[in-house]
């Protein structure tokens, strides 16, 4: 089962609410990761942290923030959403060395 | 800079067929390759990983054999079944220590007819 969990699994919102998507992991995972789904299922690294007060925008820009005031915990935040944040967004960790990421199941955000 | 390439879908078979989906990259040093399974509607899943030349991953009945020469990591399976249908995605990560970031291919989705 999975030790990573993100919520909600779905959401439908209206165009400028703010809103916060939560992942928390029970790993101890130093490394998070936020990737965003686009329809065509390719995955785009929006943001990541190696660590507690760490974060870093990665490679595709994207108009959410993210905070790790907690080793366990790191959402993700949109202040205004719009059409154009539809998407599936995917949360990762990793403990580093050779092994791949562990993945939530995703939050799949629509914006009308 | 590092990258991963894998073979455009959908790949339509029909059950038992032989599968494979062919993944080949670009990395410096000695990276770790990796497979990733992703079901509708769910997150992304390990499938198998290899971690130096010549290694095979295995689970499930698939398959993988790090080819270094050719730089190349594609996906196997003898008899696929309706249950595989799903996108699968190929992976490496490298930097010191295997510390780097996992930077993926862009999927391939498998489709298993009955």
């Known amino acids: 089962e999975a030790d990573i969990y993100q919520t909600p699994r779905y959401l439908v919102i209206g165009t400028g609410k703010k809103i916060t998507l939560e992942c928390s992991q029970t790993?101890?995972?130093?490394?998070m990761y936020w990737y965003q789904q686009d329809p065509g299922m390719e995955l785009h690294l929006i943001h990541y942290?190696?660590?507690?007060?760490?974060?870093e925008k990665g490679d595709l820009s994207s108009e959410s923030t993210v905070s790790r005031i907690r080793t366990e915990h790191f959402p993700l935040t949109l202040e205004s959403a719009r059409p154009s944040h539809t998407s599936q967004y995917l949360c990762?960790?990793?403990?580093?060395?050779?092994?791949?990421?562990?993945f939530g199941s995703g939050t799949r955000l629509t914006v009308v | 800079g590092n990258s991963v390439t894998q073979m455009e879908g959908p790949v339509t078979l029909s059950e038992e067929a032989f599968l494979t989906i062919n993944c080949t990259y670009t990395?410096?040093?000695?990276?770790?390759l990796f497979w990733y399974v992703q079901y509708p509607g769910e997150g992304l899943q390990l499938l198998l990983k290899?971690?130096?030349?010549?290694d095979k991953g295995s689970n499930k009945g698939f398959e993988a054999t790090y080819r270094k020469e050719t730089t190349s990591f594609h996906l196997e399976k003898g008899s696929v079944q309706v249950s595989d249908s799903a996108v699968y995605f190929c992976?490496?990560?490298?930097?010191?220590?295997?510390?780097?970031?996992?930077?993926f291919g862009q999927g391939t989705t498998l489709q298993v007819k009955p």
């Open positions: 942290s190696y660590g507690v007060n760490s974060t």
């Open positions: 990395a410096t040093g000695y990276p770790s």
């Open positions: 992976a490496l990560r490298s930097g010191s220590g295997n510390t780097g970031k996992l930077i």
């Open positions: 790993m101890g995972h130093d490394k």
């Open positions: 290899a971690t130096k030349a010549d």
């Open positions: 990762a960790s990793t403990s580093g060395g050779p092994g791949g990421y562990t």
